[in-house]
C-alpha cells in the first residue's frame, strides 16, 4: 500500500534522471517506516492511470514537488486530478519555488500545505501530523490552511545534515525509462546511455543577486567524503555510466572535491561526471589537480558566467571577472574538457555597451576553445532576490497568483517585460543567429546536436514543447521527404524532448526509398490522423504551395504549423 504519493509533475520534455528532491523524500519517509511511492510524469507510461489506481488506497498525502515555471503548470493540473477523486486528501507542495514564494502559492485552492525549505525533516513529520489528525501547529517549517486561514509555524533552526541521508531507494524507480541511445546529445563531454544524480553539498558560499540562494539563504555545508563515495558506490553497482553532481559549486571546498574525486580513482570506478565550477575556482587548478579531474572522469563542466561585462558582474556580486572566464577556458581548452558556459541577459540596468561585451566574451570563448558551448538566456527573476526586486522597481508586473507564476518564463520570453532595455532587445534579436554554435573544430569530435537542439526548443516551442492530453508526448505527422526533413531527423535523433511522429508523408512517396524515423514515407491520403496533435510543414521555399495541398487533404481537423516558423535563419545549413 502507498502511504504517501510523490509527485514529478509533467514538463515540456521529459526528465533525464529520476528527481533528487523525491528521492531524498522517499529515503527519509522508507527510514520513519512510511512507503512512498514515486510518479514521475515526464516518463511513466500511464501517470495518471496509475495516480488515479494508488489514490483509490486512500494515501494519507500527495506531495508534489515544482520549480520556477511550466513544472508548476504541470503541478497544478495534477494536483486537480487528485482534488476531483480525492477531495479530501492533503496536496502538499514543496521545492525552490513554493519556498521562496510561499505566499502565492498557498493562495491557490489546490495547494493545502507548503513545506518550506529543506523537506528530508519537515515533510515526514507533515505526514505523521497528518496520519494521526494532529494539527500541523507543531511542526516547523510549514505554511497551511485551517478554516481558509492562513497559519505560518515558526522557521527550523538547524540546516539538515548531509550525513544523515539514507541510501537513496533507486528501487522505486524504473531506471530503464531514463535511458537515451546517446547521453552526448544532451551532455555533450559524457558517453554512455545513463546518468543519476548526486547532491554532495547544499546552498552555495555566493550570493549572486540573481541566484535562489540568495532568497533561501541556507547555509552552505557538505557531506562528508566517506558518505559521498558510499553513495556514489551504490551507483556504480546499478552499472550507470554517469554522474551529474547537483551541487551548487561542488569545488568551494576545493581539498573536500579533490579527495572525492582521488577515492573515484582509488576505488576504479570507471563513470563519466557532469560538475558545476565557477571561473575564478577552474583558472587556479594545479597542473595535478587538471590530472586528477580527468582520471576521475569528469568530462563535462557547467559554468555561469553570466555577463561579459565586469559592470554588470559587480552589480549582480558575482564576486569574480570576465577575464577569470578567459583564464579559465583557455586551460580547459589545454587540458581538452568540455564545457558548457552560461550567459544571461536582462538584468535590470544593464546597458548596450554590456550586452556587446557579452557578445564578445561569448565568441572569444568559441574561438579559444574547441571543446566549449555557449548559452545565452534572458533572466528569469526569481521571487525573494534582489534582482527580483530591482525588476518589479521597473515597472514588471510580478505574477500574483501560482497560476501566474507557471507561464512567467513564456511570458518573459515572448514579450519584452519592462526590466529590459527595447534597445538590448533588438540587438540580441539581430546578433542571435549562430552565437550558440560550437567552433568549427568542435563539430568534427561532438554531435553538434545539443546546441542546434537548443536553439530549436527555445524558438519553437509550438513545436517541442507542447503536449498532448494529460501530458502524454506529442504526436506529429510531418508533411514533405526531403532535405528539411532528413535535417530536422538530424537534429531531434536522442532528443529526450522531442515529440513522437508517427506518418511521415509525401505525394512523391513511391519514388522515395528513404526512411525517417524508421517509417517508410506514404502518400498523404493513407495517414490516418486519429491522435494526431499536429502536422508539421517540411518545406522552406514552397510553404504555400505545401500548406494549400496539405489543407485540400485534411482540412482543419489538425492545426498546422511550418517547420521554420519562429526560427532564424540560417539554422539549417542546407538551406542556402
Known amino acids: 500500500m502507498a502511504d504517501v504519493i510523490l509527485i514529478d509533475p509533467p514538463i515540456n520534455g521529459r526528465n533525464l534522471r529520476p528527481q533528487l528532491g523525491t528521492l531524498h523524500l522517499a529515503a527519509m519517509l522508507l527510514q520513519t517506516g512510511y512507503n512512498p511511492v514515486l510518479i514521475d510524469f515526464t516518463v511513466a507510461e500511464d501517470p495518471y492511470g496509475q495516480l488515479e ?55 491557490s485552492p489546490l495547494v493545502d500545505a507548503v513545506c518550506l525549505g529543506e523537506g528530508e525533516v519537515t515533510f ?17 517549517g510549514v505554511l497551511f490552511k485551517r478554516n481558509s486561514k492562513v497559519i ?222 555557449v548559452n545565452l538566456n534572458r533572466l528569469i527573476p526569481n521571487p525573494g532576490t534582489p534582482s527580483f526586486k530591482k525588476c518589479v522597481a521597473c515597472g514588471w508586473p510580478a505574477p500574483t497568483t501560482l497560476d501566474e507564476w507557471s507561464r512567467v518564463i513564456d511570458d518573459t520570453r515572448n514579450r519584452r517585460p519592462e526590466y529590459l532595455d527595447p534597445e538590448i532587445e533588438r540587438y540580441w534579436k539581430e546578433h542571435f543567429q549562430g552565437i550558440l554554435f560550437p567552433a568549427k573544430s568542435l563539430a568534427k569530435t561532438v554531435p553538434p546536436i545539443t546546441a542546434l537542439l537548443e536553439a530549436y526548443l527555445a524558438k519553437s516551442w509550438e513545436l517541442w514543447g507542447r503536449k498532448g492530453a494529460h501530458g502524454t508526448p506529442l ?8 532535405r528539411h526533413t532528413a535535417w530536422l531527423e538530424t537534429i531531434s535523433r536522442g532528443s529526450p524532448c522531442g515529440p513522437t511522429v508517427v506518418e511521415v508523408v509525401d505525394d512523391n512517396a513511391d519514388k522515395i526509398q528513404a526512411t525517417y524515423w524508421g517509417k517508410s514515407v506514404i502518400v498523404p491520403a493513407k495517414a490516418d490522423l486519429s491522435g494526431v496533435h499536429l502536422i508539421v510543414l517540411s518545406t522552406y521555399y514552397s510553404l504555400n504551395a505545401m500548406d494549400k495541398r496539405c489543407r485540400e487533404i485534411y482540412g482543419e481537423r489538425v492545426p498546422i504549423v511550418n517547420l521554420y516558423d519562429g526560427l532564424p535563419d540560417g539554422l539549417n545549413p542546407n538551406i542556402p
Not at 80 to 95: D, H, L, M, N, Y
Not at 129 to 138: F, M, P, T
Open 475 to 482: 504526436k506529429i505527422l510531418v508533411f514533405g521527404a526531403g
Open 53 to 107: 489506481r494508488l489514490l483509490r488506497l486512500s494515501p494519507i498525502c500527495v506531495g508534489i514537488s515544482t520549480v520556477i515555471g511550466p513544472m508548476i503548470k504541470g503541478g497544478l493540473e495534477v494536483a486537480a486530478f487528485v482534488r476531483s477523486r480525492q477531495p479530501t486528501i492533503p496536496i502538499v507542495w514543496g521545492g525552490v519555488h513554493p519556498t521562496t514564494a510561499s505566499e502565492t502559492t498557498i493562495t
Open 124 to 140: 515526514p513529520q507533515m505526514v505523521k501530523a497528518y496520519q494521526i489528525g494532529a494539527s500541523l501547529d507543531n511542526v516547523p
Open 152 to 373: 505560518q509555524t515558526p522557521p527550523r533552526t538547524e540546516f539538515f545534515d548531509l550525513d544523515q541521508l539514507p541510501s537513496l531507494p533507486y528501487h522505486l524507480v524504473d531506471l530503464a525509462r531514463y535511458r537515451v541511445e546517446d547521453i552526448s546529445t544532451i551532455f555533450f563531454g559524457l558517453t554512455g546511455k545513463s546518468a543519476l544524480s548526486l547532491e554532495t553539498s547544499r546552498s552555495c558560499a555566493y550570493r549572486c543577486e540573481y541566484c535562489v540562494n540568495a532568497a533561501k539563504r541556507e547555509k552552505f555545508r557538505t557531506m562528508s567524503t566517506g558518505k559521498v563515495l558510499a553513495h556514489l558506490s551504490e551507483i556504480v553497482k546499478l552499472g550507470i555510466d554517469n554522474i551529474t553532481i547537483n551541487d551548487d559549486n561542488f569545488f568551494v571546498d576545493k581539498p573536500r572535491a579533490m579527495e572525492i574525486l582521488g577515492g573515484i580513482v582509488a576505488n576504479g570506478w570507471k563513470i563519466g561526471i557532469f560538475v558545476a565550477v565557477r571561473s575564478d575556482t577552474l583558472k587556479a587548478f594545479t597542473e595535478d589537480e587538471w590530472c586528477l579531474v580527468k582520471k576521475a572522469g569528469v568530462g563535462m563542466f557547467g559554468i555561469g558566467v553570466e555577463s561579459g561585462s565586469n559592470r554588470v558582474l559587480e552589480s549582480i556580486r558575482k564576486a569574480e571577472h570576465i577575464e577569470d572566464t578567459f583564464q579559465a577556458n583557455q586551460q580547459l581548452a589545454a587540458h581538452g574538457i568540455r564545457a558548457w558556459i552560461h550567459f544571461l541577459y536582462g538584468f535590470p540596468g544593464e546597458k548596450l555597451e554590456d550586452v556587446r561585451q557579452t557578445h564578445a566574451a561569448m565568441k572569444r570563448v568559441l574561438n579559444e576553445n574547441p571543446y566549449a558551448l
